[in-house]
């Protein structure tokens, strides 16, 4: 009798060690992946397809928030002011209904960034001047045409259905979506008081990897290639 007593006393406390031990693993690993979400990393997702093919629709990507920023990145980036308005809201929203997984994977760090954010391709930076298009139908940056391999439009469309010609300010990007037919960008909002531009401190960091589905697991290319010689004629 005292010796099955004895036995399921150690049991007991083999079992509360157990958990205790379980706890401060849990503790300790929401307290790491709250330290990167807040200080380093954070992750999002994609509601819209205004960055396809690159980017596709239900996606999720880890966004950098420490990155210094060039020609050719993807960035997350607050509404500037009105260009989640007049039902272009699809551009940066959450799920209405997240699944008990997306709420565990929040809650570390690793689940969809909630929020008015939307996500393009950093074209201009400060300074920068950004025209389209030329005879051939290309965007121009400081005066160099260039030839976008990650477009989505169809044979013989221009860089871009919307002609404009800006110099991007002090402080601001001019930044555009790869679907360029179907992406609400700088271009389509010039008309605000932001002029089309995202103010630097708008921008909450560079996405660097398409985390999720598992099968779409790949860096972000920046496409430097794209953009060299860019800064040789600025203007």
């Known amino acids: 009798m005292g010796e099955h007593t004895a036995t399921s006393e150690r049991g007991m406390t083999n079992g509360w060690r157990l958990l205790r031990d ?3 693993i ?3 690993a929401l307290l790491v992946s709250f330290l990167v979400k807040t200080f380093l990393i954070r992750s999002f997702y994609i509601p819209s397809g205004s ?3 690159t980017l596709q629709i239900d996606d999720r990507v880890i966004v950098n928030e420490r990155a210094t920023l060039h020609r050719g990145d993807v960035v997350v980036f ?3 002011g009105g260009w989640l308005d007049a039902g272009a809201s699809v551009e940066g929203t959450t799920p209405a209904s997240p699944s008990a997984l997306s709420t565990v994977l929040s809650a570390v760090g690793l689940g969809a960034g909630q929020g008015d954010y939307l996500i393009k391709r950093v074209i201009g930076l400060p300074g920068d001047h950004v025209q389209c298009c030329n005879a051939l139908g ?3 940056v400081n005066g160099v045409p260039i030839a976008e391999p990650y477009l989505r439009k169809e044979d013989g469309q221009a860089a871009s259905g919307i002609p404009f010609d800006v110099t991007v300010p002090a402080g601001e990007l001019w930044v555009m979506g790869d679907n360029r037919y179907e992406s609400a960008d700088s271009r389509l909002h010039q008309g605000l008081p932001s002029k089309g531009f995202v103010p630097e401190s708008d921008v909450v960091g560079r996405a660097i990897v398409v985390s999720w ?3 779409r ?3 972000l290319d920046d496409y430097p290639s794209v953009f060299a010689g860019t800064d040789r ?3």
């Open 22 to 24: 379980l706890a401060v």
């Open 26 to 28: 849990l503790l300790v």
């Open 51 to 53: 960055m396809k093919n």
């Open 78 to 80: 607050r509404d500037p």
């Open 138 to 140: 290309q965007m121009e």
């Open 213 to 215: 589905p598992l099968q």
């Open 217 to 219: 697991w790949a860096w």
């Open 233 to 235: 004629k600025r203007q």
